[in-house]
């Protein structure tokens, strides 16, 4: 009964949501340890990433304002982005600001002139077995292989596409 109620409820979902909600309602594991049979687990959220216009602005607002632990601005040329964390104690807000003419971020600000929420980091405990799994599973990536992110790990975006329209990152951890 449960399988069918299930199925009927995945039926309408894009297929990042329907991985999610068939992981959220398996029976036989929590979570964390991901699908039976699967050689990759879901880890838990590690940031919310944040594109700014005004990355000072940005920063005092969280430091000076609302009291939080900042890091210091990390220009990651690769990436084509300056970071800053902000420690929120359970995960933390990654703010990023364009850094060069060919920054992914540069074009979702001048789209959101005000910044916004740009995407969401899970962590994985095999990025490379997560990669393999979820293009099986249709899920498109917006690299072939993974890169080295902020945190000097391994990192791979999911398209928003396949996401619900959200940019997923996925960390090894």
């Known amino acids: ?17 329907a991985l999610t909600l068939m992981r959220a309602h398996s029976t036989t ?13 879901l880890g838990r959220l590690n940031h919310i990433a944040i594109a700014v216009p005004d990355m000072e602005k940005a920063t005092a607002l969280y ?5 939080a632990t900042v890091s210091d601005k990390v220009p ?12 929120l104690g359970n995960t933390k807000l990654e703010l990023l600001h364009p850094l060069g ?3 992914p971020i540069a074009g979702f600000l001048q ?33 072939e ?10 990192v791979m975006f999911l398209h928003p596409k396949d996401c619900d329209g959200v940019l997923v990152e996925l960390e090894e951890a």
């Not at 995407?119 to 099986?136: F, G, M, N, P, R």
């Open 76 to 87: 990651l040329p690769e990436h084509g982005v300056y970071t800053v964390f902000v420690e």
């Open 1 to 17: 009964m449960a399988s069918a109620v299930l199925k009927v409820a995945v039926a309408g979902l894009s297929r990042c949501s």
């Open 29 to 41: 594991a929590p979570l964390h340890q991901g699908l039976p049979g699967s050689l990759w687990k």
């Open 101 to 103: 003419e060919k920054s």
């Open 145 to 154: 292989e993974p890169r080295i992110g902020a945190h000097g790990k391994p």
């Open 63 to 67: 430091r000076d304002v609302l009291g």
């Open 111 to 143: 789209k959101n002139k005000s910044g916004g929420m740009h995407h969401i980091c899970i962590e994985v405990d095999d990025i490379k077995a997560a990669i393999v799994d979820l293009k099986a599973k249709n899920i498109r990536t917006l690299s």
